[in-house]
């Protein structure tokens, strides 16, 4: 190993030139054929090599050999690959089998597998190297736009988890939330930031109740089951070494009104406090050269916080096995900058990892498995991206006149705003800290009591994690002359802990009998989780000093008793369930699970979750006959979740003493409240999947559709009470996710030497409101900025005026509909935006306001391709949304700080005169609360196409280059994200609930990767 090590490099930059020794050749021929005859067109490789030649119309091949070449491999899509030792032979003639291997590939399911033909769910599984080909530390990052039905929404911050949503949105934002299930290696997780993509093995998304309801009151928005990498029986030991090493590039960056944009229009507002701040500048800063009209200096806020960041991954993993023991042993490192300058903005994370299987006896199997995980993660200060999106230009970064203290940044209240604005003052400022520790653990005895037939597996899961934050704000004075206070330093420290274990016993049994398959298991499951947390928070701390980490702790003095505190929690449950699976002929297809969950959470405390699904192979009915389809299963499935991840809270009414005057005489008497919270069960879905799953053309074009009805019901919400007005949690309401999902996939060969695929998955999102406990709307967001939920609406749809215009003289003012008095009062003019009157009153009230769009996309694509040749692959993704709109936020600014800076686009397109713009109002008409209402002015579609992934890779295997062995290797690039096209006035479209403030960049990754296998 040492000496493949030492000239590795130098057969990296030799591997173009080729390899291996010349020698003395052969001729070596044959024909390939199956049931059907002669095959054209069969892939014939020299083992080890790129050498090759495919068969002609009659599957005749001809091939030169040397004396070391003696092995060929024969490939042709939808049949068997063979390998053949040829040994001196010059004439092989080998016959191919049909391959129904993609029908018979084992699907991971809970508590088991199956046999992917056998299925009668909505089953997603993604190949490891799919998870591998995105230089990112969350696993689930990886699957954006490659399975149909899962929406992942994007995080730039480093180490933060994308959102991820499985068929949409079943509980209401704040109530509960709609993240999936996550199982590793039978472990319940809300999230895997933990996992290293590359200690994954399987990870499959199981998207309809009949999947997933096997995991009963947990797994009502989805399960992601996933196993970590295991090592085989009687392999050889096995080294790998798999890194990259890339850059991260912020992209699509806002582009905000530069000082003379801005100086214009903030003159052009008519604000006399405007140009005393603008007179301000000339005076502190000088006149730029270029326009005197303009204050010198011409900042770009974005352009002085954001940076070109590293990021990088690195692991090594051992893989073996004897014939009664497997192991896999491994460690790696995942390291990302963040894109902000000066402040500590990262992510660094160490993860170790074990697992072994031992075959004690015969009959029993024992095994482990640990994965420790230690991360740190520094969090940016949310401060410095607003004050960089509405900072003013017209004041540099830093300003030597200013008497800040300890670092002369500039302070726009010299000049007369109301707030500082200078970005820097949070990145200078402030640090951030999250150390992350977890460990899973599992361990478990399989004893086979009738082999292949009848085995019992115990198996305990341990997972336990441990968060220490601490939030450091050092002291500094801004310098801006107004004798405000200096702001004082302050320290928070947060620690929790929570434990996880499981314990799970399964009895399997399966059986055939003649033409009639069954399989079975029973089982019981226990849980505890315990979580504890304790947290306290001082200011003005005298010892803390910026410049020494040591002095960043609290002091029995300095601490606030009033922002301190502990908590935590325990929670218990039992679970028993079930699962058959019966199969006739493998024709015929019936599928049930049933889970009784009980626990401690809420009031009710037993729950009873069903489900059901039926198949039908079509291709075994001796009728079909169609040999361009291969396989046709019609299937459907009905089914129950549960979704705990709601607070629970039992309260009461309370009885309280009054005094009333009635007829001038004091009355004494009771008053009952019953203004109190009342959520004493779990959410719960009831869903209905029909679908079909075809392969076609020799099982080179595969094809799956589902279409999906999901009620959410129980649904808790906010309830306002008659009469008193009061607003309490209740459980009743519901809401319905549907829509249509379908994944396509081809496979093929141009020539013997370049093989492709390509593939597409859409998905249909519809989310309606059924419910709402009988409320004809439920209000959410802020009053200026309103989102409401209304029966046959989505969940939190956007709600305020259409703009129909804006108006450009006079004229169109007083024909506009509007009544004469309410044209007086609201004092219109030219530039100032038209309002559509819906019910033709003549007035613009709550009356006219409107659904102006929905939060959650209605259609999600993706698309892929892929073609090798001889030793390289190009792939590359492709995804989408379309339907969703986003609330720009950040536009709405105006309404609280009218003195603020605003973007680029809406600087320069401001309307200035009759027919100069429809679209916006006039900078006199932005400071107007008329046209600062709720209105589809700031709400945006959030529509976007993105080249998801671009990966060029090149494997070298089986090479001698000047006669040294080359390990098997490949040398990648990959590109992520290097494109997104969109409209929205924005960094990036993917805003999770559709209201944007201000989100970190998503940036473009590229990287350069190197795999070595030993």
């Known amino acids: 190993m040492g000496k493949n090590l030492r000239f590795l490099s130098l057969a990296i930059l030799l591997l173009l030139l080729g390899g291996g020794a010349f020698a003395q050749t052969r001729t070596v021929t044959g024909t390939v054929t199956s049931e059907d005859g002669p095959m054209p067109g069969v ?14 119309s009659e599957g005749k091949y001809t091939l030169q050999l040397t004396a070391a070449e003696t092995s060929l491999t024969f490939s042709f899509i939808g049949y068997k690959t063979v390998t053949v030792d040829i040994g001196d032979r010059t004439v092989v003639d080998v016959a191919l089998e049909t391959d129904a291997q993609a029908l018979d590939e084992v699907v991971i399911v809970g508590y088991g597998t199956m046999q992917e033909k056998d299925l009668t769910s909505a089953i997603t599984t993604v190949k490891t190297d799919e998870l591998t080909k995105t230089p990112t530390s969350q696993p689930m990052q990886a699957l954006q736009g490659k399975v149909p039905g899962v929406q992942i929404v994007s ?203 031992f075959k004690a006896t015969e009959r029993l199997t024992v095994g482990a498995n640990i994965n420790l995980s230690n991360a740190r993660q520094f969090v940016a200060d949310a401060g410095v991206w607003q004050n960089a999106y509405f900072a003013v230009p017209i004041m540099p970064v830093y300003d030597q006149t200013n008497d800040a203290v300890p670092v002369r940044l500039a302070n726009a209240r010299t000049l007369g705003y109301r707030n500082s604005q200078n970005p820097f003052f949070n990145l200078y ?75 799970d016993n399964v ?103 069903f489900t059901i699904g039926a198949g039908w192979v079509v291709t075994e009915e001796d009728f079909f006959e169609v040999p361009a389809i291969n ?115 081809y496979a093929g060969k141009i020539t013997s030497d370049i093989s492709f695929t390509v593939g597409a998955n859409f998905t249909t999102l519809k989310n309606e409101v059924q419910n709402l406990r009988g409320q004809s709307y439920l209000n959410a967001g802020m009053a200026e900025f309103l989102q409401r939920s209304i029966p046959g609406q989505p969940i939190n749809a956007f709600y305020g005026f259409e703009v129909d215009g804006v108006f450009q003289n006079q004229d169109e003012i007083d024909n506009s509909g509007y009544t004469s008095e309410f044209i007086s009062d609201k004092s219109l003019v030219p530039g100032d935006f038209r309002f559509k009157d819906q019910n033709k009153d003549g007035v613009i009230d709550s009356k006219d306001r409107v659904v102006l769009g929905q939060i959650m996309p209605k259609f999600m694509y993706g698309f892929n391709f892929g073609v090798t040749w001889k030793g390289f692959e190009l792939t590359a993704n492709f995804q989408g949304v379309t339907g969703n709109s986003i609330l720009n936020r950040k536009r709405g600014q105006l309404i609280f700080q009218p003195d603020a800076n605003i973007d680029a686009e809406l600087a320069t397109n401001l309307w200035d005169g009759e027919g100069s713009t429809n679209r916006y109002p006039s900078a006199a008409g932005l400071r107007k609360s008329w046209n600062l ?33 080359v390990p098997e290797t490949r040398i990648t690039f990959t590109a992520e994200r290097p494109v997104t096209v969109f409209n929205y006035n924005g960094f990036n479209p993917e805003v999770a609930n559709g209201y944007d403030e201000q989100t970190y960049p998503i940036p473009a990754v590229y990287t350069l990767g190197l795999n070595v296998k030993f």
């Open 43 to 56: 892939s014939v490789v020299v083992v080890g090599s790129s050498k090759g030649a495919s068969t002609d």
């Open 155 to 357: 995080s730039g911050a480093p180490g933060a988890s994308p959102t991820v949503r499985v068929r949409g949105m079943g509980s209401m934002p704040g109530q509960g939330n709609s993240d999936p299930l996550y199982v590793v290696d039978g472990m319940f997780f809300s999230n895997i930031d933990f996992l290293n993509p590359n200690d994954i093995a399987t990870l499959s998304v199981l998207k309809d109740a009949s999947a997933a309801a096997i995991y009963g009151v947990r797994a009502a928005n989805g399960v992601v089951l996933i196993t970590t990498r295991s090592g085989s029986y009687n392999q050889k030991t096995e080294i790998v070494y798999d890194g990259y090493y890339g850059v991260q590039r912020a992209q699509n960056v806002v582009k905000m009104a530069n000082s003379q944009q801005f100086t214009e229009y903030a003159l052009a507002s008519g604000s006399a406090a405007d140009a005393t701040f603008i007179n301000a500048a000339f005076a502190r800063f000088g006149r730029s050269r270029v326009n005197p009209n303009v204050p010198k200096p011409n900042t770009d806020w974005y352009k002085e916080i954001l940076r070109t960041a590293p990021i990088q991954n690195h692991s090594l993993s051992i893989n073996g096995g004897k014939d009664n023991v497997r192991y896999s042993i491994g460690a790696s490192y995942f390291d990302q900058d963040g894109l902000l300058e000066i402040t500590e903005n990262k992510y660094r994370r160490l993860n170790f990892r074990a697992k072994l299987d």
């Open 429 to 503: 400022y402030n640090n951030d800290r999250n150390n992350i520790g977890k460990t899973l653990a599992n361990f478990y005895a399989d004893l086979q009591i009738i082999p292949n037939k009848l085995s019992f597996k115990s198996q305990y899961n341990y997972a336990y994690e441990n968060i220490v934050a601490r939030n450091v704000d050092f002291a500094y004075d801004a310098g801006n002359g107004n004798n405000d206070n200096p702001v004082q330093n302050g320290l928070l420290r947060k620690s929790s802990a929570y434990l996880n274990q499981i314990l």
């Open 507 to 609: 009895l399997t049994y399966n059986e055939t009998l003649g033409s009639h398959n069954i399989s079975v298991i029973a089982g019981f499951s226990f849980r505890s989780e315990v979580k504890e947390e304790s947290f306290a928070q001082g200011s003005n701390i005298l010892t803390l000093d910026p410049k020494k980490e040591s002095t960043w702790y609290l002091t029995p003095a300095s601490i606030n008793p009033d922002l301190s505190g502990d908590d935590g929690w325990r929670l218990f449950g039992a679970s028993y369930f079930g699962r058959v699976a019966y199969n006739y002929d493998d024709r015929y297809l019936v599928y049930g699970t049933y889970r009784r969950d009980g626990g401690n959470k809420f009031q009710k405390t037993w729950g009873n979750f």
């Open 631 to 745: 396989f046709l299963k019609v299937r459907g499935s009905w089914g129950q979740l549960g979704n705990d991840a709601v607070a629970p809270a039992i309260g009461a009414g309370t009885v309280e003493s009054i005094t009333l005057a009635i007829n001038e005489a004091r009355r004494e008497g009771i008053y009952i409240d019953n203004a109190y919270d009342y959520v004493d069960r779990w959410e719960t879905v009831v869903e209905s999947n029909f679908g079909l799953t075809a392969k076609l053309l020799n099982n080179s074009l595969t094809v799956d559709l589902d279409y999906y009805q999901r009620d959410t019901e129980d649904l808790v919400l906010t309830v306002v009470l008659p009469a008193q007005r009061d607003i309490v949690r209740r459980n009743g309401g519901e809401v319905r996710n549907s829509g249509l999902e379908g994944a396509v996939s």
């Open 933 to 965: 209402q709720m209105s589809d002015h700031f709400v945006e579609k959030g529509n976007y196409f993105r080249i998801q992934n671009v990966r060029l890779s090149y494997r070298l295997s089986n090479k001698e280059i000047l006669g040294i062995a």
